[in-house]
């Protein structure tokens, strides 16, 4: 069983910046691939960043040039850093983990971000 908790949310105005972590339990974090989504209020879920276990990445058109997600294996965490923050981003944020082998995933219980303009 994995359990993921995420952290660093919180209010900031447009244009500030958070990093927002999330700490992953059991030890296949470094094979997973590791997914950051946002939902905001009245919408769908939706991928905001992944980064595989080789480290490739991929960010939505919507955050590109602006958010960053990226890996610590050793402390098995991964972060999305966000920058030039909009009101649009307004959202809780999910990190999710995919599993390896059966391509399973969990869930963290999410971090809300809210962007005052």
């Known amino acids: 069983q994995v359990q993921l908790v995420e952290s660093g949310g919180g209010l900031v105005e447009a244009g500030g910046s958070l990093r927002l972590s999330c700490a992953a339990s059991?030890?296949?974090?470094?094979?997973?691939?590791m997914d950051w989504h946002r939902q905001a209020p009245g919408k769908q879920r939706e991928l905001v960043a992944f980064i595989r276990s080789n480290g490739d990445t991929w960010h939505a058109d919507s955050v590109k040039g602006r958010f960053t997600i990226s890996r610590d294996n050793a402390k098995n965490t991964v972060f999305l850093q966000m920058n030039s923050l909009k009101s649009e981003d307004t959202a809780v944020y999910y990190c999710?983990?995919?599993?390896?082998?059966?391509?399973?995933?969990?869930w963290g219980q999410g971090t809300q971000v809210t962007v005052s303009s």
């Open positions: 999710r983990l995919v599993r390896p082998d059966t391509y399973g995933d969990y």
């Open positions: 059991g030890n296949i974090f470094s094979l997973s691939r």
